[in-house]
Every structure is written in structure tokens, then in C-alpha cells.
């Protein structure tokens, strides 16, 4: 079975809905059967790379929200967060552009490390106190301390075209899905599940999707084919 | 649309089987939505890597055929090969372990070249005189023939753990789909073609699986998520 996850670096419930969703697929009886694969969701698509601000400004020109709100909000993400055993600075956090951060993620995906920068992206973003946008070489750092190549990393980060149409076929897979926000979790393209769900809700999400795993419709008999017994010899 | 391919480089119906089934997917209108995944599976997986043998004495040997079926057999897939525009030789060519090179595809895939190398083995296999077996240097020729690193093909080589839990765990996904032989196509988990079928039979599963392609069954309501129009606040 595989579960597929959209979601953002800039996207805190993203980042607590990957913890609920790891408690619920690590008491999950056939977990060893269930591949996880990690996909791009941009929330500010249209951010530029040095366009970068306080997130606290962000949410109240963006959302109109008051400061006490837009901060309110940041310590209720900080006790969920905590909740699940996640660190979470509510306070001075920056917002800016992911599109880099994606393209990384796909350069790490083809050396397996996917989910490592991930979850080094996220741990940066969320709990530590340098910014990870506008600054190349702190992704690099980042790549490098997941094991990813240096140069490689700048040379992806060098090049605004490597890895873009990736980032871009993901978040177009994402709509066509139905995915409006993230976290978005599909599991074997049957099932949905958005948001930061709490974990038993992806339980009954993982149960549900491993029920109805179906046997194969085959669109016709057996073919000419090769078996432990030999290859089919044509007109035989 | 996913579609998956579990082949073996030793099969002659996979190198046919992958012709015919391109040729559906080139005439398909939503070729670009989707994706094929080769994966791996091995005819013959307790063989050894130095038992290497002409495939007329194996096929003698193994399935009890005269010399002259055998050779029937070889020139009938020559026909059904060129039939396609592949070239085949159908005299002298050698059966052995395929395992290595199932690693070094895995190998390939990492940095998305699985595909190309897949079509190297395939072409080296079937159609040029030097033997693809027990013959590391050849392997790591081909492998940097598509682009890949010579070195890190020969640290595969030289590891035989590497990459052996991924050959492994394709072959176990392809007994669980009910794969008894090779090629077997797998379109989005739901429809299943067994063996080298006419380009027809690609083009209709291919059409089945596109208008079988369903809506997500949400397994809740939306939880916590960020959207573009901003993240949702607990609590509010």
C-alpha cells in the first residue's frame, strides 16, 4: 500500500499532521507493507525567492488578523506541535518562498533522502532560529547534514529550472486530487485524508485503504510471457 | 495514472511486451498524466552468478525441448522482435543470473536513469554478441553508457548487499498482485495485463484505468490544514 503526502515546509499543521501520521502508521499491524512517498505543495506559490517577512506581518496583512490573534494562533500551533513532541519557536518565526526548498527535496529524493531533508526543513523552519529563506547556504547546511552532496545541492539551487517541473507535476497532481490545503494524505489513490488529522482518524484511514485492497482486474487472459517454466513459444 | 512494469532482462516477452506497450501509450491521449515505474523481478532467482550457459543448452536442459524447438522458439521471437523494430539475435546468445543487474538498476533509479538502463540491458542482452553475464566490467559499461558514475556501479557490483532488499521487495510486491510471469503491467493498482499482449489490449487498459480513475473517498471531514487563504487556528 502507499501513502502519498502533500504538504509545505511553510505549513505548520503539515508539520504535526507528518507526527500524528508517523504515531498511527507505527502502531499500524501491516506498516512493513505501507511505502511512504513524500510531494510539493506550495501554500504561497507566487512568493518571490527574496520576498521574506516575519510571519507574524504576513498573517496580519495577508489575513487581517490582529497581532494578538495572528499571535494566539502561533501559540496554540506551538502546544500542538509540543503535544506531539515537536519543537515549535512561536515566537520571531519568518515566511518566504518554498519553491527552492521543493527542488531540493526532489534532488534528495533520487539519492533517498527525501524525508531526512524534510524533516530537517521542517525542524529548521519550525524550531530553529536562523531563517531557511533567502539564504542558500543555510539549505545547503541542511542537505549536507542529511548527506547530500554540497555542490550538487548548489548547483540544484543555482539553477532556478532543476527539479521546477517536478515540484510543478506534484502540485498539479495535488489538484487534480482534490487537495485544497495541506497536509494531504492519499492512501493507494482511493483514500483522502486532509489535514492534521488526529492519529485515529489515520488509523481508520490506514485500516480502511488496507481493507479494500483489491485483487487485480485483468484486462485480458494471459499473454505471451516468461514464468519460472519457460517463455511462452509463439504459435505453440 | 501510474503504471507499473515488473520485467526481467533475461525475458524476451518483457523487451517485446515493453515495444508494444510504448506504442499504446504514445497514442494515448493522457500519456502525459502518466507515469510508468519498471520494477524487478528475476525468472530464474536461485541461479548463480557464474552459472552462465547458451539459452538453446538451458532451455534443452530445463524444459525438456528438442534443440530444434528450442531454436524454433529463438527464431520465432527474432520475428516477433523485429516485428517491433527491436533488433534480436536468435543464435548464440547466454542465460544467467539477472540479480546484479536488478541492483544496478535500483542503482539507476536513484539518479532517474533506471529506464535507460533498463533499455541497455535489454539491447545488450538480446542483441549484441557480448555476453550481459557474470561479466561485471560489461555491466559497468552500460551503466556509464546512460550516464551513470563508474564508480558507484562498481561499488554496487562489489556489494552484493546493495540494493538486494529493493530487487527483493519488488519480487515480493509482484507475488502479492498475483504475478506468475513477466512483463506484468499494473495501471493505478487496479487493473492488471499479463505478458507481451498486442498493442490493443495496452491501448484498452489504458483507457479502462483512465475513466476508472475515481474521486478520493474522504475518510473525514477536513481537519487542521493550511490553504492558501491561511492555516487554520485551533480553537477558533
Known sequence: MRVEIWSDIA?????????????????????????????????????????????????TAKYGMSEAQAQAGEDNLGAQAAAEGLPYRTRGRDHGSTFDMHRLLHFAEAAGKREALLDAFYRANFAEER???????????????????????????????????????????????????????????????SGAQPVEVFARALDRAWQARTPLAMVQGDGDACGPDGCAVPGA
Open 11 to 59: 505549513c505548520p499543521w503539515c508539520y504535526v499532521g507528518k507526527a500524528r501520521f508517523e504515531k498511527a502508521l507505527g502502531e499500524f499491524p501491516h506498516r512493513d507493507g505501507v511505502e511512504v512517498v513524500h510531494r510539493s505543495f506550495e501554500l504561497d506559490p507566487g512568493r518571490g525567492k527574496d520576498d521574506v517577512e516575519p510571519v507574524l506581518g504576513m498573517l
Open 131 to 193: 531563517s531557511v529563506f533567502a539564504d542558500d547556504e543555510r539549505l545547503v547546511e541542511l542537505a549536507v547534514a542529511v548527506g547530500l552532496d554540497a555542490e550538487g545541492a548548489r548547483a540544484v539551487l543555482a539553477d532556478p529550472a532543476a527539479h521546477a517541473e517536478d515540484v510543478r507535476a506534484d502540485e498539479r497532481e495535488a489538484a487534480r486530487l482534490g487537495a485544497r490545503g495541506v497536509p494531504f494524505f492519499v492512501l493507494d489513490r482511493a483514500y483522502g485524508v
